[in-house]
């Protein structure tokens, strides 16, 4: 590379630094730790943290939504007081509002709704962050589940970071080659999980290096009707400013700027509870991954608790002798991978309902599954490229005429194809900083879904709750980077 070309890499380089640095302050304006389980509403012997830090009271109002009561050290928040709220699902960021709190009908303190047409997100659980205006050091945050009608089912206290002492002095050995950014996470994720193990990954790379490598070639894509303007890419190629049209990507699927890529870049902004599992190592363990487990994961898609029947060749209807969930779980014994992420790698890719990747009925490719969508590139007719993929060759069991062999031969594929190669976490699938990795840096990496590690991780996690094992050992490999912000 030249002189002058150097400049401009280091010219764009710079401005990754300053959006990656500002998109940092504007999603995460202090630390967010995981929360502990708790009953229905606030307990009443929950102490706060000693610094000023607001609290959430809930009261479920059915017909009017979830009313978030705020106090500090001091007591109530002044009326008047204007807050910063941000509301996410799933670690992904759904909406902002600037919030003037005030006086609630039968509460001394201030308060405010989030009815259905303000979140405008419908049913799920939602992590609702509050920060004052003229203050920001003084925040709170707290888990939401909204149900019919808007009202909230439950809200639970976050703790804070700032708070978190220092555990106990084995576990302080053990987390000694984290940067000291990290361990307020992990103590607090050790407190609610003292089985957990977390292994530093030192990447040995420049942290807004990578983010600038994973803002370019289209490797990072979001949903177009996903947050506004906000984090969609308007670099040539990526949109028409004669007609302020984005560039499709993929069908409904658009590039993204550097912002959201440092966000889901950075660990530090997933050392929760839930997305954490992210960075779950892959491996199977007999003594941790059960069937109760992939079915926990599986639930509520078709694939819970259902044996595979598929259609054949001819579209005849051929009854299965065994379950999802135990196709899924001989997967990942024959395979030595996590048979909790083969199921939520599964969900993630072919969805709650059959996409025509696994309801056997495509057009052209009639009687052929590919639950993994390995071969389905970006792009129109991705799905026929993957069902074509599954169709043609011998490798990984294929040709795929049915969800057995797509789920035992996919997972064969993904072992050989990433786990063995060096990308054995989903972070490391979603993006490829391992040094060691056969492809390359940035490259041969799963998916475009700029969130989609994320999401997988949440499905790991559920699966793990469902039937009580959260308690177990799992090691847990979070990459560190060079460079990171402050």
């Excluded at 909790?340 to 990747?357: C, D, F």
Aim: hydrophobic letters at 40%; glycine letters at 10%; proline letters at 6%.
């Amino acid at each position: 590379m030249n002189k002058s070309g150097r400049a401009f890499v280091t010219m764009i380089c710079v401005l990754c630094v300053t959006a990656a640095a500002f998109l940092l302050v504007l999603l995460n304006p202090a630390p967010k730790p995981p929360q502990p389980s708790g009953p229905t509403g606030m307990p009443d012997n929950l102490a706060l943290p000693e610094h000023d830090s607001l609290r959430f009271l809930n009261n479920a109002i059915p017909g009017k939504g979830l009313a978030l009561y705020t106090e500090n050290a001091d007591g109530c928040v002044e009326i008047g007081s204007y807050m910063d709220i941000i509301v996410e699902r799933d670690g992904v960021v759904q909406s902002y509002h600037d919030v003037t709190y005030r006086i609630v009908e039968g509460r001394d303190c201030a308060a405010m709704y989030f009815d259905g047409s303000l979140l405008g997100l419908g049913e799920g659980e939602l992590v609702i962050k509050a920060f004052l205006d003229d203050d920001p050091s003084v925040y709170g945050f707290c888990r939401a589940k909204v149900v019919a009608g808007g009202a909230s089912r439950y809200t639970e206290l976050m703790p804070s970071v700032e708070g978190m002492p220092a555990g106990d002095a084995a576990f302080e050995t053990a987390i000694a080659e984290f940067p000291d950014s990290y361990k307020p996470y992990l103590r607090a994720l050790h407190l609610l999980h003292p089985n957990w193990e977390f292994r530093a990954f030192h990447t040995g790379l420049d942290f807004f290096e990578s983010v600038y490598q994973e803002s370019i070639y289209d490797k990072n894509l979001t949903l177009i009707d996903n947050m506004g303007d906000l984090i969609k890419s308007k670099a040539p190629g990526d949109y028409d400013q004669k007609t302020h049209i984005y560039v499709l990507k993929d069908t409904g699927w658009v590039a993204v700027n550097p912002l959201p890529v440092a966000q889901y870049m950075d660990p530090r902004n997933f050392l929760d509870e839930r997305t954490v599992f992210q960075f779950e190592l892959l491996s199977y363990d007999e003594n941790v991954h059960t069937l109760a487990g992939v079915e926990g994961i599986l639930k509520g898609s078709f694939m819970g608790d259902a044996k595979a029947d598929y259609r054949d060749r001819d579209g005849n209807i051929v009854a299965a002798d065994r379950t999802y969930a135990e196709i899924i779980l001989e997967a990942g014994r024959t395979t030595d991978v996590n048979p909790y992420y083969l199921a939520a790698k599964i969900r993630q890719e072919i969805g709650a309902t059959p996409s025509n990747a696994a309801n056997g009925v495509c057009p052209g490719y009639e009687g052929y599954y590919n639950f993994y969508n390995i071969g389905a590139t970006d792009g129109e007719g991705n799905i026929e490229r993957g069902l074509a993929w599954a169709s043609e060759g011998t490798t990984y069991n294929r040709p795929w005429t049915s969800p057995e062999k797509s789920i035992l031969g996919g997972a064969e594929f993904l072992v050989q194809g990433y786990v063995a190669a060096g990308q054995y976490t989903g972070y490391l699938q979603k993006f490829n900083v391992n040094k060691d990795s056969p492809y390359g840096l940035y490259s041969h990496q799963y998916m475009t879904n700029v969130s989609g590690a994320v999401s997988q991780a949440v499905s790991a996690y559920n699966g793990y709750a469902d039937i009580g094992i959260l308690d177990e050992v799992i090691i847990f490999s979070i990459p560190v980077y060079d460079n990171m912000p402050d």
